[in-house]
């Protein structure tokens, strides 16, 4: 009898529909915001055949920045992350707006992070890594995907980071 019950909750655990991106989320303790209006003439997100790129998105919430600054100055690369991450979740709206569900994103293609710094910070990628991270827990294995780091100059509304994805979508 036990045997039967094991694979009678092994066959219900099949039938289980996979955590929606946003429960994912919700695990985390974060949700997806509302999409940040564009500050110029451009849109949030385009598609172009079966790919979805997002705008630049800077850490906006609630409608001011969570820093301002260069990163190695002002900013640390912790709250350098948290920002990134903000942007994660910022390109993650733009997605949802798009799209209509984050479920329809297939595949995380690229990720760009753009880092405000001064020019002798070299973390860059562990600023990245905030928002791999956050794509990789919201999408599983189709939250991996190809990335560029790199130091800038400046950064709109002296934002320290700014973040723009490419996925595939179903």
């Known amino acids: ?4 019950s094991v694979s009678h909750a092994y066959r219900r655990e099949e039938t289980m529909p996979p955590a929606t991106p946003e429960e994912r989320l919700a695990d985390l303790g974060l949700a997806i915001p509302e999409p940040v209006s564009p500050a110029g003439a451009y849109r949030p997100a385009v598609a172009a055949g079966g790919l979805v790129h997002t705008s630049g998105q800077v850490p ?5 920045l969570l820093a301002t600054g260069k990163v190695g100055a002002a900013v640390t690369t912790a709250q350098a992350r948290e ?10 709206a ?24 001064t020019p002798d910070f070299t973390e860059q990628p562990a600023v990245g890594d905030s ?7 919201v999408f599983g294995s189709a939250g991996e995907h ?7 100059t400046a950064l709109p ?7 723009e994805l490419v996925v595939e979508a179903g």
Do not use: I
């Open 1 to 4: 009898m036990a045997a039967t």
């Open 60 to 64: 906006l919430r609630d409608g001011a």
């Open 83 to 92: 920002c990134a991450r903000q942007c994660g979740l910022n390109a993650l």
């Open 94 to 117: 733009a997605l949802r707006a798009q799209l209509g569900d984050l479920s329809r994103v297939s595949r995380v293609v690229k990720v760009l992070v753009f880092v405000a710094c």
């Open 131 to 137: 928002v791999s991270e956050l794509l990789r827990h």
């Open 146 to 152: 190809a990335r560029s780091a790199v130091g800038v």
């Open 157 to 163: 509304l002296d934002a320290p980071v700014e973040v």
